[in-house]
């Protein structure tokens, strides 16, 4: 049987983004299903991922993977012939988990800070720009976060820099003035075909979320 790789996904998620990329990285060919996320999540969606209902889902064979690192780790372990995202030292790699969980926990500030208006957003400007600091002080002097090769952190954190240009315009925030190493490594990985085939726009980003902003303020 021929292997079927399906991702539902929505183009700007950048938990979807991760999965592309992965994907990417390791030359698997895949089906990409946009899902309508806000008005008609798919029969397939809610089918594969009842617990969250959300994307990205890789289905594999018939198999549905959740939750963009857990996708992220399943295309490293299955496709393990290209190029390792996860280091094999098991320090390393907790050290890779650690730092790619903590992008996570600082995603939702910059969604904030996108969104919000007022003290709220200073605040939470406030924090992202520290959360990014922090992850720069773990790049350093690094071409990536594992070193020399690219790998699961970058992988995890990269599609965040697809809003950067949206934090600048929606909530007045620099992070080439703020984190200019970070930047420098964002260049860095757009160069990658993975990412550059995988992030959109940022420009588009930004439309969509003024637009998203627009929807959530109160009338
Ligand atoms: N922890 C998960 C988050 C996925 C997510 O929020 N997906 C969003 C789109 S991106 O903002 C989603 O599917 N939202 C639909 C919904 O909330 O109903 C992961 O890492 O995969």
């Not at 983004?17 to 999540?41: G, P």
Request: proline letters at 5%.
């Amino acid at each position: 049987m021929a292997e079927e790789v399906i991702l539902l996904d929505f183009w700007a998620s950048p938990f979807g983004m991760r999965a592309r990329i992965a994907l990417r990285e390791k030359c698997v060919d895949f089906d990409l299903r946009e899902e309508e996320l806000l008005s008609n999540k798919s029969p397939l969606l809610l089918e594969t991922n009842p617990v969250h209902e959300k994307i990205p889902v890789l289905i594999h064979n018939g198999k549905a993977v959740c939750e963009s690192l857990v996708i992220v780790q399943y295309i490293d372990e299955t496709w393990a012939r290209e190029s390792p995202l996860l280091p094999s030292d098991p320090y390393e790699r907790a050290r890779a988990k650690f730092w790619a969980d903590y992008v996570d926990k600082i995603f939702p500030v910059g969604r904030t800070a996108w969104l919000s208006t007022g003290d709220t957003q200073e605040a939470a400007k406030k924090e992202y720009i520290e959360g990014l600091k922090s992850l720069e002080g773990e790049l350093g002097d690094k071409a990536y976060f594992g070193g020399e090769r690219f790998g699961y952190v970058d992988v995890s954190l990269i599609p965040l820099s697809n809003s950067f240009y949206a934090l600048e315009k929606l909530a007045n925030c620099s992070v080439a003035e703020e984190c200019p190493k970070l930047v420098k490594w964002a260049e860095r990985c757009m160069q990658r075909e993975s990412v550059a085939k995988s992030l959109p726009d940022q420009h588009k980003v930004y439309e969509f979320l003024l637009v998203l902003k627009k929807k959530l303020q109160p009338h």
